[in-house]
């Protein structure tokens, strides 16, 4: 980078450095006294000699730059007025417009949130109707106004993105975007191996930017190594990771030269560095990144040198804790600044010609934000909550009942006889294995993924056969990483698939929840539904398993699931109902793009007894392709019964009829069992409407007293005014679980429910 004659900043110690650093670009436009090139360049002549970049490039990148910086600037000033809500800036990252423009706006990007430079770059690549080029400014100042016109996300948030510019919003979790944009790029070159038609160019590659501090996260490396591993592989991996590296987090610098020591040396991930704060020089570096990537489709890491200028966000009054020598010294590399060097040198601009431009933008932006905070903001709840969980039961219902692929179906389970609904009854494993050979034979863009599911057939052989009919293009092995698992589905969701991916126990869901809670489950909502990432989430979960135990493979913690807005949580106890919740949870993601957790009781896999060993009392028929299971939809066992009516799921409906029995020889109570089966959201209504005929309840509930699923059955029984029916609650205890028999103190048994039974009468 040519240096800038630069000396001004040091005349200003004050407190707002977003005003510093705006008169810095002024007085740096008219002390500047460089030299001019003789000619100006022509559009298509490099802007300075021996620039990859060409005078229009720099003319419209410059404009870019600018709209971003007047974005940020708008942001600080109105904040104070109530008409901004957001204050974190791109300022001293604008160079990053280069990735933009040197990319297509098809390329799927996942971004930073210092990205102002790239979209007003990205927004040039798609004109809008009138064929002239849209205006960034305005969708960016209703974002900023959270105006329930923000075209990215109706008024929820401040994010960069766009459905025509295929810009998918992030949230603020740092890093946590890294692995789905890797299983976009690892979507983009495996559709063509299953035969599906991509929503974007072929050749595409995902872009997803990040900064330094960032790039040190356990979910960044979750990214980078299965990039690598993936790589390793030579599988195509066409993922360009940008670290903006400003060389600080928040007030936490980076060593010196961290970022380029950590990546320059990794193997299967090819570094690229480009000075993002220069770009005349830049554009050649970014470019090679770019073309590097879309070659030859491995994972390209680019490191862009940045800065930040105006603190990490409005509220950051750096002054407070960094030296003014430092502050000035930063500022004086601010990109634009440069930037306004190359536009002055090259003779593309005179003094008043730039000044000009910069105020004119600074004038778009104030009018845009006037604009935007007339505009209505999200006023009613259910606008807010309306892209969350969109729900059309009439649709739902006839795609899971949708039985027309009745060949397909055929010749995955090879002939009429081994038709699964003309077997005699077996047990939950078994079951669900074959629900899935019918939903994947059902959804050709629909594969299934995880640790240990391919050959092997899963820990609990619940996959078996699976990877044969299907191959490995369909049903195959990950690395052993949760993280990367939900990204990677995440990933193909994005890319049009139908992903159904594995993780191994409850427990190790927690590992990774943040795809599920941070990201998966928060797309629909942050873009307005507008992208969707749909998938079933399988996992193998719940206590009391005999061979294998311990907490780790017995953890009854649904709470972190039942948590997270808008997933839909469901738990089978029978093969039977998990076949028809199967079907109904991918036509919940397929006609509404949603993310659906399935629990499978591990306990239950290959129950087969309900009362005594050898009654086959836990095997049922399978259900006929056409029959599915609404949402919400409860099983009841003994709908007459009203002396007591016991709610449960899970391994709790197989424990509460048993004991049922019990019950019924000493307390002459004709028992109802009912069995939820939809932990998340609970049907309040078909809980209350239980209740009312009740003369007694018991909620039986597997998970732990604090953090389980009783709480909201209880919550939904006193709500509809049944609060004064006797009512107790067998739960587990507030504790992990132990090995051994010591595991059976800690959940709730058989026992245990005739005895509160009892208590009750
Ligand atoms: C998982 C997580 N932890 C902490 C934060 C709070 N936080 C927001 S930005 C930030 C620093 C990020 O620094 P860097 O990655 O270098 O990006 P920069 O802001 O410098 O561009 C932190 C700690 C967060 N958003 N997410
Ligand atoms: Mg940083």
């Not at 974005?71 to 791109?90: E, H, P, W």
């Not at 971004?111 to 064929?131: C, I, N, Q, V």
């Not at 969701?493 to 809670?517: C, K, S, T, V, W």
Request: charged content about 20%; some cysteine.
């Amino acid at each position: 980078m040519t240096a800038i004659p630069f000396a001004i900043a040091a005349r200003h110690k004050g407190f707002n450095r977003a005003e510093i650093v705006d008169q810095n670009f002024t007085e740096f436009v008219q002390l500047w006294q460089g030299e001019v090139l003789p000619v100006a360049p022509h559009d298509a002549e490099p802007v300075l000699p021996g620039s990859a970049l060409d005078a229009r490039g720099f003319r419209e990148l410059f404009e870019s730059q600018l709209i971003s910086r007047h974005l940020d600037l708008m942001a600080r000033v109105l904040r104070v007025q109530n008409k901004v809500f957001y204050t974190i800036g791109s300022s001293g990252h604008e160079g990053n417009a280069m990735v933009a423009r040197l990319t297509r706006h098809t390329d799927p990007a996942f971004l930073h949130y210092r990205s102002g430079g790239f979209m007003a770059e990205r927004f040039r690549k798609l004109p809008g109707t009138d064929g002239k080029p849209r205006d960034p400014v305005m969708d960016s100042a209703l974002s900023f106004a959270a105006s329930k016109d923000d075209p990215a996300s109706g008024g929820r948030h401040k994010v960069w993105g766009s459905k025509p510019l295929w810009v998918l919003p992030q949230t603020s979790t740092i890093a946590s975007h890294l692995p789905k944009a890797l299983g976009t790029a690892v979507a983009i070159d495996h559709a063509r191996r299953i035969g599906h038609t991509l929503p974007i160019p072929h050749d595409s590659i995902a872009i997803c930017s990040f900064g330094d501090a960032s790039s040190n996260h356990a979910t960044a490396q979750t990214a980078f190594n299965a990039a690598g591993w993936t790589a390793y592989q030579k599988l195509p991996a066409p993922v360009l990771f940008v670290c903006e590296d400003n060389g600080i987090g928040i007030s936490v610098k980076t060593p010196t030269g961290w970022v380029a020591r950590n990546y320059q040396a990794r193997a299967d991930l090819d570094y690229f560095f480009a000075d993002g704060l220069d770009l005349a020089t830049g554009y050649a570096q970014v470019q090679r990144a770019v073309e590097h990537c879309r070659r030859t489709r491995r994972p390209t890491f680019l490191h862009l040198k940045t800065t930040r200028v105006m603190g990490h966000a409005g509220t950051d009054f750096e002054i407070e804790w960094r030296s003014i020598e430092e502050l000035v010294s930063v500022e004086s590399t601010d990109p634009l600044l440069r930037s306004a060097a190359i536009a002055l040198e090259s003779g593309l601009y005179s003094k008043d010609d730039l000044l000009n431009l910069y105020e004119a933008t600074r004038k778009h932006c104030f009018e845009a934000a006037d604009e935007a905070d007339r505009r209505p903001k999200l006023e009613r709840l259910d606008d807010v909550m309306a892209p969350l969980a969109p729900y059309s039961p009439a649709k739902v219902k006839a795609e899971a009942e949708r039985a027309d692929y009745a060949d397909k179906r055929l010749a995955v389970f090879g002939g009429e006889a081994k038709l699964p609904e003309n077997q005699p009854p077996r047990h939950l494993a078994i079951q669900i294995g074959q629900a899935l050979h019918e939903v994947m034979a059902k959804y050709p863009e629909s594969l299934l993924f995880g640790e240990d599911v391919a050959q092997k057939g899963g820990v609990y052989t619940v996959t078996k056969g699976l990877h044969k009919a299907f191959k490995n293009t369909r049903v195959f092995n990950t690395l052993l990483d949760e993280t990367l698992i939900l990204g990677l589905a995440q990933g193909y969701a994005n890319m049009g698939m139908l992903p159904i991916p594995e993780i191994q126990y409850l427990a190790y869901f927690h590992n990774a929840a943040d795809q599920i809670r941070g990201e998966a489950s928060s797309l629909q909502f942050f873009s307005n539904d507008q992208f969707r990432n749909p998938m079933v989430m399988r996992i193998a979960s719940l206590g009391y398993q005999k061979g294998f135990g311990g907490h780790f493979h017995n953890d009854n913690s649904i709470t972190a699931l039942r948590d997270i807005p808008g997933l839909v949580v469901g738990c089978a106890s029978r093969g039977d109902d998990a076949a028809r919740m199967l079907r109904t949870m991918m036509a919940l993601a397929k006609v509404d793009g949603r993310v659906c957790a399935f629990l499978e009781p591990i306990a239950l896999y290959m129950t087969k007894d309900l009362y005594e060993a050898g009654d086959g009392g836990w095997q049922f028929a399978y259900p006929a392709p056409g029959e599915a299971m609404t949402l919400g939809e409860g099983r009841v066992y003994d709908e007459d019964a009203d002396d007591l009516v016991v709610f449960t799921f899970g391994n709790g409906v197989p424990m509460a009829l048993r004991a049922a029995r019990t019950i019924e020889a000493e307390l002459k109570w004709k028992v109802r069992v009912v069995d939820l089966r939809w932990l998340a959201p609970l049907n309040d209504a078909f809980i209350a409407a239980q209740a009312k005929s009740a003369k007694r309840i018991l909620v039986l509930d597997e998970g732990r007293k604090s953090a389980g699923v009783g709480e909201g059955v209880i919550t939904a029984i006193v709500e509809a005014g049944f609060g004064a029916t006797p009512l107790t609650r067998v739960v587990g205890a507030d504790t992990f679980t132990p090995l051994a028999g010591a595991a059976l103190l800690v959940l709730p048994g058989e026992a245990d429910v005739v005895a509160a039974a009892r208590a009750l009468a």
